[in-house]
């Protein structure tokens, strides 16, 4: 895991914007070069694929990861996490309620260690999860994304450092962000970034991964 002065690089999958006819192979590739670049966390998120293809991904990126630190979350999915043996649960607004998956979780129905992490777009969206027990919270969208430009601006970097201010848990800076504007996220208070493009507009591991340790570094010398 990343030290105190490192933040959590997640790579966030998206298998549409590799094109119209990626497939789950495609992605699968995708992430073997993100765990090889030094990902600290891999979150699949398709929401549109079958259980079973998710799982298969899932597997696959969990063996990939082994011996290397990344940690596998899966998106939505409780129970393909679980028989995935990921790292966590990712949760957003049409998963189930965040808090009865929490205490579900925290019951002694998931293993020790396994993270429940949320998706949050407000102050108060992050204390109520916190409150319930969340590991960490995805807090976006920061910038500007095509993806998520039909539900009005971005939150911008005033909102993330006011959320990151009031939270005890991680907040990982997501939405627009890249390799140049991810200094801000952090300088900002976040605990770490999540992307999609970054990851995906390099496929070579090598490459990747000296973009990922310049943003180690400039973030080293907040």
């Avoid at 899932?58 to 899966?74: K, P, S």
């Avoid at 976040?190 to 390099?202: H, S």
Wanted: with cysteine; proline share 5%.
């Amino acid at each position: 895991m990343p030290t105190a002065r490192e933040p959590i690089v997640c790579y966030v999958t998206g298998r549409k914007s590799l094109g119209a006819d990626a497939s789950p192979l495609d992605l699968a590739v995708r992430m073997r070069t993100a765990i090889a670049a030094g990902a600290d966390w891999v979150q699949i998120r398709e929401k549109d694929l079958p259980a079973r293809e998710v799982l298969g991904l899932a597997r696959a990126a969990h063996r990939e990861a082994a011996g290397r630190g990344t940690l596998i979350f899966v998106n939505d999915r409780l129970d393909v996490a679980l028989a995935a043996g990921a790292a966590g649960v990712h949760l957003g607004g049409e998963s189930l309620p965040a808090t009865d998956a929490i205490r579900w979780c925290r019951a002694g129905n998931a293993p020790a260690g396994f993270r429940v992490g949320v998706s949050c777009h407000s102050v108060e969206d992050v204390r109520e999860v916190e409150g319930a027990g969340a590991d960490y919270v995805f807090f976006g969208p920061v910038f500007d994304t095509p993806a998520k430009r039909k539900f009005g601006a971005p939150q911008g970097i005033a909102k993330l450092a006011e959320v990151c201010s009031s939270a005890r848990i991680p907040v990982i800076a997501i939405g627009g962000v890249d390799a140049v504007n991810a200094k801000s996220c952090i300088a900002a208070g976040a605990a770490g970034i999540a992307a999609i493009r970054m990851f995906q507009e390099q496929s070579d591991p090598a490459k990747l991964s000296a973009v990922l340790t310049r943003l180690r570094r400039a973030s080293a010398k907040l």
